[in-house]
Protein backbone atom coordinates (compact mmCIF):
# COMPACT_ATOMS: atom_id res chain seq x y z
CA UNK A 1 0.00 0.00 0.00
CA UNK A 2 1.32 3.03 -0.80
CA UNK A 3 1.80 5.59 1.61
CA UNK A 4 3.39 9.13 2.38
CA UNK A 5 3.92 10.85 5.57
CA UNK A 6 4.56 14.46 6.84
CA UNK A 7 6.32 15.94 9.42
CA UNK A 8 8.17 18.61 10.95
CA UNK A 9 5.81 21.41 10.63
CA UNK A 10 5.44 23.44 13.29
CA UNK A 11 5.62 27.25 14.33
CA UNK A 12 8.46 29.40 13.05
CA UNK A 13 9.51 33.28 13.81
CA UNK A 14 9.55 35.54 10.69
CA UNK A 15 13.28 34.78 8.86
CA UNK A 16 13.76 31.04 10.68
CA UNK A 17 13.96 27.65 9.08
CA UNK A 18 12.15 24.66 9.44
CA UNK A 19 13.29 21.10 7.74
CA UNK A 20 9.87 19.13 6.43
CA UNK A 21 10.24 15.43 5.65
CA UNK A 22 8.12 13.12 3.48
CA UNK A 23 8.42 9.20 4.84
CA UNK A 24 7.58 6.59 1.96
CA UNK A 25 6.25 3.98 2.36
CA UNK A 26 4.71 1.04 0.09
CA UNK A 27 7.20 1.72 -2.86
CA UNK A 28 10.41 2.65 -3.18
CA UNK A 29 10.39 6.41 -4.86
CA UNK A 30 13.18 5.77 -7.41
CA UNK A 31 11.27 6.33 -10.76
CA UNK A 32 8.53 9.21 -9.12
CA UNK A 33 8.20 12.43 -8.91
CA UNK A 34 7.65 13.58 -5.38
CA UNK A 35 6.26 17.22 -5.24
CA UNK A 36 5.49 19.60 -2.06
CA UNK A 37 2.41 21.88 -2.07
CA UNK A 38 0.95 23.85 0.12
CA UNK A 39 -2.93 25.45 0.58
CA UNK A 40 -4.28 27.95 2.91
CA UNK A 41 -8.48 27.99 3.60
CA UNK A 42 -10.24 29.30 0.97
CA UNK A 43 -7.42 29.09 -1.50
CA UNK A 44 -6.78 26.44 -4.04
CA UNK A 45 -3.53 24.30 -3.26
CA UNK A 46 0.06 26.27 -5.07
CA UNK A 47 2.69 24.36 -5.77
CA UNK A 48 5.65 25.06 -3.78
CA UNK A 49 8.56 22.52 -5.38
CA UNK A 50 9.57 18.95 -6.58
CA UNK A 51 11.92 16.35 -7.84
CA UNK A 52 12.44 13.94 -10.37
CA UNK A 53 13.39 11.00 -7.85
CA UNK A 54 15.44 9.09 -11.13
CA UNK A 55 16.76 12.00 -12.82
CA UNK A 56 17.38 15.01 -9.97
CA UNK A 57 15.76 17.42 -11.94
CA UNK A 58 13.81 20.10 -9.71
CA UNK A 59 11.51 22.53 -10.23
CA UNK A 60 10.57 25.65 -7.57
CA UNK A 61 7.50 28.40 -7.61
CA UNK A 62 8.43 31.86 -7.98
CA UNK A 63 7.36 32.48 -4.44
CA UNK A 64 9.86 30.58 -2.47
CA UNK A 65 12.85 30.52 -5.40
CA UNK A 66 15.75 30.63 -3.33
CA UNK A 67 14.58 30.18 0.08
CA UNK A 68 14.33 26.04 -0.15
CA UNK A 69 16.18 23.11 -0.79
CA UNK A 70 14.75 19.70 -1.69
CA UNK A 71 16.63 16.69 -1.55
CA UNK A 72 15.86 12.78 -1.61
CA UNK A 73 17.68 10.34 0.93
CA UNK A 74 17.85 7.36 -0.54
CA UNK A 75 18.73 4.89 2.53
CA UNK A 76 15.35 6.63 4.49
CA UNK A 77 12.97 7.10 1.52
CA UNK A 78 12.32 10.30 2.49
CA UNK A 79 12.33 13.45 0.31
CA UNK A 80 13.41 16.43 2.83
CA UNK A 81 12.23 19.89 2.23
CA UNK A 82 14.47 22.86 4.27
CA UNK A 83 12.47 26.09 3.89
CA UNK A 84 14.68 29.19 4.65
CA UNK A 85 13.90 32.33 5.64
CA UNK A 86 10.17 31.68 6.25
CA UNK A 87 7.73 34.85 6.28
CA UNK A 88 3.93 35.22 8.18
CA UNK A 89 2.63 34.28 3.54
CA UNK A 90 4.35 30.96 3.80
CA UNK A 91 1.67 29.76 6.66
CA UNK A 92 0.16 26.54 5.23
CA UNK A 93 -0.27 22.86 5.53
CA UNK A 94 1.74 21.69 3.71
CA UNK A 95 1.97 18.18 1.45
CA UNK A 96 3.49 15.67 -0.37
CA UNK A 97 3.03 13.89 -3.15
CA UNK A 98 3.93 11.29 -5.21
CA UNK A 99 3.46 9.95 -9.01
CA UNK A 100 5.54 7.74 -10.96
CA UNK A 101 6.87 9.62 -13.54
CA UNK A 102 8.79 8.43 -16.88
CA UNK A 103 9.75 12.09 -18.15
CA UNK A 104 12.71 13.69 -17.21
CA UNK A 105 11.14 16.67 -15.24
CA UNK A 106 8.78 16.84 -12.61
CA UNK A 107 5.13 18.31 -13.09
CA UNK A 108 4.28 21.28 -10.50
CA UNK A 109 0.62 20.55 -10.71
CA UNK A 110 -1.70 18.85 -8.27
CA UNK A 111 -3.97 16.85 -10.52
CA UNK A 112 -0.47 15.54 -11.73
CA UNK A 113 -0.14 13.21 -8.60
CA UNK A 114 -2.15 10.37 -7.50
CA UNK A 115 -0.87 9.47 -3.60
CA UNK A 116 -0.97 12.64 -1.30
CA UNK A 117 0.18 12.63 2.47
CA UNK A 118 -2.17 13.83 5.21
CA UNK A 119 -0.15 17.19 5.21
CA UNK A 120 1.51 19.29 8.46
CA UNK A 121 0.71 22.66 9.49
CA UNK A 122 3.65 25.55 9.07
CA UNK A 123 2.81 28.61 11.18
CA UNK A 124 5.09 31.42 10.64
CA UNK A 125 4.22 34.24 13.28
CA UNK A 126 6.17 36.20 15.77
Known amino acids: QVQLVESGGGLVQPGGSLRLSCAAS????????IGWFRQVPGREREGVTCINSRTGFQRFSDSVMGRLIISRENVKNTVDLLMNRLQPEDTAVYYC???????????????????WGQGTQVTVSS
Open 97 to 115: AAVKYAEFGCPLVADEYNS
Open 26 to 33: GFALDGYS
